[in-house]
């Protein structure tokens, strides 16, 4: 039986079992080789922002002639619009009011995680970004737990459906008093009327994540493969993420 090119820090997989499936660890196993790219990128923004320091140099705009990296696009193209991209989802077509927030609070148990999601899905918003970023806080292992309380709420698990109906009646009383009249009618359906939007955690040298390779390296990656589901007359996209960061340092 070969090797397991990922070894998970600390006990991270024992206590998160439902984030470190086989299906993620495959994924992230297939994609570690990749973090040598964005260990070169890293160090080539490092060098030019020394250079550019020590001649005393601007900030400069890139040359418009200058090729996009990995593509064949120039600077100037993309500018201009004269490229072609993929077709826009149907759910994202429609974003008049999108919301953003992340799936959990530091220290929190999950039902009280949980009451994020439940909110943002309950709100009437067209779509909610469940920000695996700048608006979750690096506490611990609250990335993972963004994960879990996520795959909890997009399964419609009974612990997030109890979670749901509790918030709908918070909103409801809210709404008889501020409007007169409830807010949310049939919040069962209400949790799938908002297009869930998941953005992954991006690139910090400075952190570490949960797995490291068979080198001892670090390794940094995300896993976003869209999955959509039929709803009513329009499609509703659902997603998993693997992002496992945490704010130990490397070692």
Not at 67 to 75: E, G, L
Not at 145 to 161: S, V
């Amino acid at each position: 039986m070969p090797s397991r090119s990922l070894a998970i820090r600390g006990t991270l997989e024992t206590s998160y079992p439902d984030v470190f499936t086989p299906e993620a660890l495959a994924a992230l196993a297939a994609l570690a080789p990749l973090d040598a790219d964005r260990k070169a990128v890293m160090t080539a923004r490092i060098a030019r922002r020394a250079a550019r320091v020590r001649d005393r140099r601007p900030i400069a705009f890139l040359d418009p002639q200058s090729v996009i990296p990995r593509t064949q696009i120039t600077v100037q193209d993309a500018r201009e619009g004269r490229f072609t991209g993929s077709e826009i989802p149907g759910d994202l077509r429609r974003q008049w009011i999108q919301g953003t927030g992340p799936a959990a609070r530091p220290g929190a148990p999950v039902a009280t995680a949980l009451r994020n999601i439940a909110y943002a899905l309950l709100s009437g918003a067209d779509g909610w970004m469940f920000d695996g970023e700048d608006a979750l806080g690096q506490v611990s292992t609250m990335s993972l737990d963004n994960q879990r309380n996520l795959k909890l709420a997009i399964a419609r698990d009974p612990i997030f459906l109890k979670v749901a109906e509790q918030v709908a009646g918070e909103m409801n009383r809210w709404g008889g008093e501020f409007f007169g009249r409830p807010i949310v009618d049939d919040w069962r359906q209400q949790l799938g009327f908002t297009t869930k939007i998941f953005r992954p955690r991006g690139l910090h040298p400075k952190l570490a994540v949960g797995c490291v390779d068979h080198t001892g390296a670090g390794s940094r990656a995300s896993i976003t493969p869209p999955r959509t589901t039929s709803r009513g007359s329009s499609r509703h996209t659902q997603w998993f993420s693997a992002c496992f960061y945490t704010l130990s340092s490397l070692v």
